[in-house]
């Protein structure tokens, strides 16, 4: 299945098309025989249909190799952050257990550790020795259209991950919608840099660029972007980089960028988090460039782009559906007005369910339709405005933060009696993460910071401290989150 259109492309695109990484080119022609070795050397090894196969790679040339050849032998790709912690790790990959793990040599020990904690029966493949394991292409099992493909992650109001699989035929149709709004030809030139546990990042080197038979730059640094957005800028001249995707907290970092550019963009869309007005004027200002929001979800993959012939007149919209996507607006008492509701969502790249989770299930469908937790709009036209979140999650630079997860974690503290974490506005995140503690013992602001440091990603811990002698409560003991705020 996906790896059968990984041959049509490789069969009628040109020499020029395919990945690309600092000045290495790696053709889809020359792509596609590499991973039929390699997909026959993991078959080999015991991998096989049904298989899940933890990936520790950040985005690369390597993901895309190793993520095809699984699915081309019917085992499943499951794309874990990079920056994790080993408790974090270790509870993603207890929801599926890996029969495999393919990590890079930086994330060797990471993969180890894993696999000791969760799957000790599993194999540990590097990167840098996938050669010796390829053998002569073996005949390839046919594959359903509902063959799962991918486990992605989602995190609910619980605060507990849930899988989300995805199989070969949703995969392909996001692929077809998504390089179908983009208009992709195969002159044109993506550049991810996003990390591969975001389900854009992931999807949109390893399908979506592919699917429009364009080309995939992977950039990444191992600065932080504030201090390496020179250099990408400069590396989208020398690819001309035609089309970028991210997070509205990196345009603002690239945007504030000095020097002269000249760039090939024809569309830099934003996702993953709301985009700001003033987000899209310096973009505007900087690179003579209109952002355009796109949407979407882990469980729904691409929904919309707008592609507005006014883009500044529409630029809160994240456009009209896109494809055999469908959206409509579920009735709900959100005090935003008679307009707005929840966001229900129908597409053929949507889920079926998360994975042995029927309890999310009931609640997460309502006749067919995924309730995505957005509130949100439609105008006369069509177009969707998405309004707020009618659950918990907080988003932080493109990441959406469950302040569960994270109340759990810092209640495990011996001198924390309770908390509550709530999203405080934030200039160039959209927002940051505070803590309200009520002390057992004496504690510091960074005696907190330090724990959760700990024993969370980065995005996870909150940067600020508020100490109180009791959190908010209504009269049935309910935390008043909304509260707060106002504390």
Do not use: C
């Amino acid at each position: 299945m996906i790896f059968d259109r990984l041959l049509q492309v490789a069969a009628t695109a040109p020499e020029t098309s395919g990945l690309r990484k600092g000045e290495d080119v790696f053709p889809y022609p020359s792509l596609a025989r590499r991973i039929e070795r390699l997909a026959s050397g993991f078959a080999n090894r015991g991998i096989g249909r049904g298989d899940v196969v933890a990936l520790l790679i950040p985005n690369s040339p390597d993901i895309f190799a190793v993520a095809h050849a699984l699915f081309a032998i019917g085992a499943i790709a499951m794309p874990l952050g990079p920056t994790a912690t080993r408790a974090e790790l270790a509870a993603l990959a207890g929801k599926a257990t890996p029969s495999a793990v393919v990590a890079t040599p930086a994330s060797k020990a990471a993969a180890e550790v894993l696999i000791a904690d969760v799957a000790p029966g599993a194999v540990l493949f590097v990167t840098t020795d996938l050669a010796a394991i390829e053998t002569a292409p073996m005949p390839l099992p046919a594959l359903a259209a509902d063959t799962p493909a991918l486990y992605l992650f989602s995190s609910g109001s619980t605060g507990l991950p849930k899988v989300v699989p995805h199989t070969h035929a949703e995969i392909l149709a996001d692929g077809a919608r998504t390089s179908g709004a983009w208009k992709l030809q195969p002159d044109d030139v993506v550049v991810n840099i996003l990390p591969p546990n975001f389900a854009m990042g992931f999807l949109m080197g390893v399908i979506d660029t592919l699917s429009g038979g364009a080309t995939t730059f992977y950039w990444s640094d191992p600065l932080p972007l504030a201090l390496s957005r020179r250099k990408l800028l400069e590396a989208m001249v020398r690819q001309r980089v035609t089309l970028m995707g991210a997070v509205p907290a990196m345009y603002d970092i690239i945007a504030a960028q000095a020097g002269d550019f000249d760039l090939s963009l024809r569309i830099a869309f934003s996702g993953g988090a709301a985009l700001k007005r003033s987000t899209f004027d310096a973009v505007q200002a900087r690179f003579g460039i209109a952002l355009r929001q796109a949407y979407g979800s882990t469980e729904a993959i691409m929904v919309s782009h707008n592609d507005a012939a006014d883009p500044d007149a529409t630029w809160a919209s994240v456009g009209k559906p896109a494809g055999d996507a469908q959206v409509r607006i579920a009735a709900a008492d959100t005090g935003l007005g008679d307009d707005v509701g929840e966001l229900l969502i129908r597409s053929s790249s949507l889920m079926r369910g998360y994975l042995g989770d029927a309890a999310a299930n009931a609640l997460a469908f309502d006749d067919g339709w995924f309730r995505s937790g957005d509130l949100a709009s439609l105008d006369e036209a069509g177009r969707i405005y998405i309004k707020g979140r009618s659950k918990l999650l907080i988003e932080v630079s493109g990441y959406k933060i469950d302040p569960i997860e994270v109340e759990d974690t810092l209640a495990a503290h011996p001198a924390v009696a309770e908390l509550a974490v709530a999203g405080v506005p934030d200039a160039r995140n959209g927002n940051k993460l505070r803590a309200y503690v009520v002390r057992r013992d004496e504690v510091s602001e960074d005696e907190i910071v330090r724990f959760a440091r700990a024993r969370l990603s980065s995005q996870k811990v909150p940067t600020e401290v508020a100490f109180l002698d009791a959190l908010p409560r209504s009269s049935t003991g309910k935390l008043l989150r909304a509260k707060l705020l106002e504390l």
